[in-house]
């Protein structure tokens, strides 16, 4: 069970306090920071930097930016996999905007989105200037500029992919009017991302391990996690070499390795396994103590009554991602968690429509062991599985498809389903290569049932241009691959921030 004695855990939890209390303040809005902060020297530069994973984890009520409801809707609303799930009642005008694709400038959650995204952004830029007015070069700070980098990379994709074209910050905000920038192109914030990747991967380690070969501060950034991040950012950009490089130089590093069996990855013992290259920490203790939770899991729990109140039931799979799996194969049930039928660990889920959904996201269930070590029925210690191994390799398929290798594809796709099997005879055959179309939709495919409900699919569908075919029945149009910046946004920028052409 996740007790988390460990140093880093204990160091980074109480630090985080910090992230998350900066997270609240809307980032046009922030004051300046103290002048003390220069006067820091390298050991208070990583408390900056842990701050950073604070930001992310999001551990307050307004900062659900990347695992609360607002990223669950940006994420995973819009694609053919899940629904805003809950009771029909229950923020009913999220499924018209989110699953309905009827976008609305000014509610609460794409501002949020876009809020904590750049207030990430200006924690890290935060960080980078100390280290920049300190002249820190020693390794430890490297390490910390790299970090610091990554974060920024990573809240631009994410920023990139659901908005295109916004203002590139990547200089320290001393006042609200630093920060009215005019929208960069996606060009010039890929360049950025492009470069912060680069250098985070060329300064984090391989790993954190001690010489007993565990790992010293769990969770914390890797050479492994820049690359396969930039990896992806280069298969957005249909950048099919670079992306290749990037994920078989994670393949090759002998860091990581696809876990034996695909259910265990989903359990309190599968965080931070073999396979984990980037995971969002949580934590608790006995009896409800040291509760430093995530919304991740809270947002999705089974919304339910009494033992069964789970959480608040949002973010739910469709029978359309049900249907899409092969007959037998065993990922489904360690993805869908069924109304009416037995868990993993041998409890009924209530019937529906005693709760109000079918299905429900069973990648985020707590287990019944530890709801009674902590108290707590709702999972907020579960980790949020951000990159995983099993990610890379499917990327890397993708990648040597396109590039015309679709032998090492095979191979690739091979490595996924044969896990996936787990021995089972006539379940999930190999595929061999029969031509490079044949092969595209097959890794398509493996990659909407590995990585169901992980906050892929949407943007899949948008980069393979196939969204307005599989989404265009919800309401889906082109111009719905982007939402609209944040009308608050817009009326903060002092005119400088113009809203997207389509809205």
Not at 22 to 33: I, M, Q, V
Not at 271 to 287: C, L, R, T, V, Y
Not at 303 to 319: E, F, V, Y
């Amino acid at each position: 069970m996740k007790r988390k004695t460990l140093l880093w855990s204990q160091w980074v939890m109480a630090i985080l306090l910090l992230g998350t209390l900066g997270a609240c303040s809307k980032f046009l809005d922030r004051k300046p920071l103290n002048a003390t902060l220069e006067d820091l020297n390298q050991g208070g530069l990583e408390g900056q930097i842990y701050g950073l994973y604070g930001a992310i984890r999001n551990g307050d009520v307004a900062g659900q930016g990347f695992g609360g409801i607002p990223w669950l809707a940006m994420n995973n609303f819009r694609s053919d996999d899940s629904e805003k799930g809950s009771s029909a009642a229950d923020g009913a005008d999220w499924g018209v905007i989110y699953d309905q694709f009827q976008y609305v400038k000014d509610h609460w959650s794409n501002t949020t989105y876009w809020d904590q995204h750049y207030v990430l952004i200006g924690q890290a830029n935060t960080a980078l200037q100390i280290a920049d007015s300190l002249k820190l070069t020693d390794a430890a700070s490297q390490i910390n500029r790299a970090e610091a980098r990554f974060f920024r990379a990573f809240a631009y994709f994410d920023l990139v992919r659901a908005f295109g074209e916004v203002p590139k910050i990547d200089f320290r905000v001393y006042s609200a009017v630093d920060a009215q920038r005019p929208k960069s192109s996606v060009a010039e914030i890929y360049a950025l991302i492009d470069a912060d990747l680069q250098f985070a991967a060329a300064n984090l380690p391989l790993n954190w391990k001690n010489a007993a070969g565990s790992s010293r501060f769990p969770g914390r950034l890797t050479k492994g996690a820049a690359q396969a991040l930039a990896a992806k950012t280069q298969l957005y950009r249909q950048n099919w070499s670079a992306a290749l490089t990037l994920c078989q130089s994670v393949i090759s590093s002998g860091e990581y390795a696809l876990t034996g069996n695909y259910d265990d990855i989903w359990k309190e013992a599968g965080e931070n396994n073999s396979e984990s290259i980037f995971e969002i920490q949580a934590s608790i203790g006995a009896n409800n103590a040291d509760n430093y939770f995530s919304w991740y899991a809270i947002a999705q729990g089974v919304r339910g009554s009494g033992d069964w109140d789970l959480g608040w039931g949002w973010n739910t799979p469709t029978q359309n991602l049900v249907d899409a799996f092969d007959a037998n194969d065993p990922r489904l049930k360690s993805t869908v968690l069924y109304s009416g039928q037995a868990d993993r660990y041998g409890k009924t889920v209530p019937s529906f429509p005693a709760i109000p959904r079918m299905y429900w996201n069973n990648k985020v269930y707590p287990e019944p062991s530890m709801q009674t070590f902590t108290a707590n029925r709702q999972g907020g210690w579960i980790n949020q599985r951000v990159i995983r191994y099993a990610d890379v390799i499917l990327m890397a398929a993708e990648a040597a498809n396109e590039s015309g290798n679709g032998t090492l594809a095979a191979n690739y796709l091979e490595q996924i389903r044969a896990r996936a099997r787990a021995g089972a005879s006539g379940v999930l055959p190999a595929i061999a290569f029969a031509n490079q179309a044949q092969m595209r939709t097959a890794i398509r495919n493996e990659r909407r049932v590995e990585l169901a409900m992980e906050g892929e699919r949407f943007f899949d569908l948008v980069r393979w241009g196939q969204a307005v075919t599989v989404l265009g029945g919800q309401g889906y149009q082109n111009k719905h691959r982007y939402y609209p910046i944040p009308q608050q946004a817009i009326d903060n920028s002092g005119g400088k921030l113009i809203q997207n052409p389509e809205w």
